[in-house]
């Protein structure tokens, strides 16, 4: 027989949380025993113990087992927030403790239909949600690696402007919603104030967008109804009207790059660093000679090529989760001659590498993947490279092109496909990119090519005030572009 509790019966009142798990007979309440001092840590820490209904919500309150006359606390899950609910009621009284629950959860639960935040959640967990949700995209494919690299990278930096701004290194546990988003208006000073101190350029757009990056993160919170609008970071400043100038890199630059390149890859002394700076060689002469971006370059996985080595030519598929625009292509890469006509080896640099250089043959490996390609929290190589990259910009330095990476190597083989005159619209989709971004990033060389096409072409007037075009011959333009020289043709020859 179990025990009966010595306590009179409690009569259940209008309206109230109604006890669950305890038996009301015409002698008391039936209820457990509990000894705080032997049950610390394990579920009987907490004495008077009892669970309540409230509609479909489920509260307990109880007394703290490690207390001495300790008064009741509040307890229930809010499923809408992940989290449990706890207050203090302040009462030693069991009768008084169920009233002040009840008050307790309708106010609560009152918040929540309004949608209305109740528990406050750390800086710290935001992030860990949002990398979580930008995870998921990635799996889904509907959120590339890399812009979620990026994202990591931006949010760490705002988070040390938040340490230094609020001068607290626990940053990351203060509440989401104790912060002011109109404290992103120094972050501007903040950044300019650390590239002065590295001596380092940057423009106002690169700001911004580092901002807008940040911003996402508060903007998920507050879809998900963690914070409010007063915490979303806001800034007030006006970027550069002009867009950013690359560098044009010609072909005696690139020259310059890859004898550069050549001799650095030479001085290699491990087998470790001789796998590393081959990788990064063949990195850039992949992008030289697709127009691919690094990020493609990266995610590019063994079975994502087709070799033909009767035609010395590889077949690579671009996989829409590894690119920018999240749109696939198959693009061809053909044995190269090294930009000369007159080179009679020809060598497709993609082969070579596989060939004579690729430790990981799997089909699933990344064709660029670490040397050991182990116990690495990223699968490529991104690290490894843009490291070597650091070590080859120094060697550039000496040459005055330490303003050449990667991304340049794209631009190039655009711009030749440009003035190889091959319609914009295919370059466009071989190098996943849209007609309307090759004119206008590229408007300096169509603008080029357009006015030296002029010269094919002359306007003849004629007397009557009509005019005719007439076409320039090749040898006629060839000609007017030399110095005169006596002729040498025989009388009869006829005119070309």
Request: proline fraction near 3%; charge should be positive; include cysteine.
């Amino acid at each position: 027989m179990p025990r009966e509790s010595p306590k009179p019966a409690q009569k259940a009142i209008s309206g109230e949380l109604q006890p669950v798990g305890t038996a009301t007979t015409g002698s008391g309440t039936v209820r457990a025993p509990s000894i705080a001092q032997s049950s610390y840590g394990t579920r009987s820490s907490t004495t008077d113990k009892e669970t309540i209904r409230f509609g479909k919500y489920r509260a307990t309150i109880y007394r703290r087992g490690d207390v001495a006359n300790c008064s009741y606390f509040l307890r229930f899950y809010l499923k809408e927030e992940g989290r449990y609910y706890r207050k203090s009621l302040h009462t030693h009284n069991r009768k008084e403790a169920i009233a002040l629950a009840t008050t307790e959860v309708v106010n609560v639960l009152a918040k929540v239909e309004s949608g209305q935040r109740v528990l406050a959640i750390s800086l710290g967990d935001l992030r860990r949600r949002f990398a979580m949700d930008e995870e998921k995209q990635v799996l889904s494919g509907d959120l590339s690696a890399n812009t979620q690299r990026q994202h990591h990278y931006r949010i760490e930096m705002g988070i040390n402007f938040l340490k230094e701004k609020l001068g607290k290194e626990s940053v990351l546990e203060t509440r989401v919603s104790a912060l002011d988003g109109n404290i992103f208006n120094h972050y501007l000073d903040w950044r300019f104030s650390r590239s002065a101190a590295a001596k380092r350029t940057l423009r106002k757009d690169v700001v911004r967008d580092e901002l807008l990056s940040i911003r996402k993160m508060f903007l998920y919170a507050k879809k998900e109804k963690l914070c409010a609008d007063r915490n979303v970071p806001n800034w007030d400043f006006k970027v550069e009207k002009e867009a950013p100038a690359r560098e044009r890199m010609t072909q005696r630059n690139y020259t310059d790059v890859i004898n550069t390149l050549r001799q650095w890859v030479s001085q290699a002394k491990s087998e470790k660093d001789v796998y590393n700076r081959r990788m990064l060689q063949h990195f850039i002469l992949l992008i030289s000679n697709t127009g691919m971006r690094s990020g493609e370059a990266f995610g590019i996985r063994n079975s994502d090529i087709e070799i033909h080595r009767e035609a010395d030519e590889c077949v690579l598929t671009i996989r829409p989760e590894t690119s920018k625009v999240r749109r696939g292509r198959k693009i061809v890469l053909l044995a190269s001659g090294g930009g000369r006509v007159s080179k009679t080896k020809r060598i497709n640099y993609l082969i070579r590498w596989i060939d004579q250089y690729q430790r990981h043959k799997k089909p699933s490996d990344l064709v660029f993947a670490t040397f050991d390609n182990k116990g690495r929290t990223k699968p490529n190589a991104s690290d490894v490279i843009y490291k070597g990259y650091g070590a080859l910009r120094a060697k550039l330095k000496d040459i005055q092109l330490d303003w050449f990476d990667p991304y340049h190597c794209r631009h190039f083989y655009i711009t030749n496909r440009l003035l190889a005159k091959e319609p914009i619209h295919i370059v466009a989709k071989v190098c996943g990119t849209s007609v309307k971004e090759i004119e206008s990033t590229y408007s300096h060389v169509l603008t080029e090519m357009a006015s030296r096409n002029f010269a094919n072409r002359e306007v003849i007037y004629n007397k009557e005030s009509g005019y005719e075009v007439v076409e320039k011959r090749h040898s006629e333009r060839q000609t007017r572009s030399q110095p005169k020289r006596p002729s040498k043709k025989p009388k009869n020859a006829p005119n070309v």
